[in-house]
């Protein structure tokens, strides 16, 4: 289980709901477990490199799911 939860965080998904029906999908192999909160990091992606100043433009967004 802690594997399974280690590779989900990992994943980068396009809205907050893929990222909660992944990890529900998930939870539904489990037989003793079973998930209470999953809160979820959102992940600004800017145009342009290096770092981001406060005019520059967001490319977008990627969401990942926290397990801990």
């Keep these: 289980m802690e594997k399974q939860l280690f590779h989900l965080q990992a ?3 396009e809205t907050p709901e893929a990222a909660h029906a992944a990890l529900a999908a998930l939870a539904k192999s489990w037989r003793y477990h079973q998930v ?3 809160p979820v990091i959102e992940h600004k ?3 342009g490199k290096g770092r981001p100043t406060s005019t520059s433009p967001i490319q977008s967004i990627e969401c990942r799911i926290k397990s801990g």
Aim: charged share 35%.
């Design 11 to 13: 994943k980068r998904f």
């Design 45 to 47: 992606h800017y145009a």
């Design 36 to 38: 209470d909160t999953a």
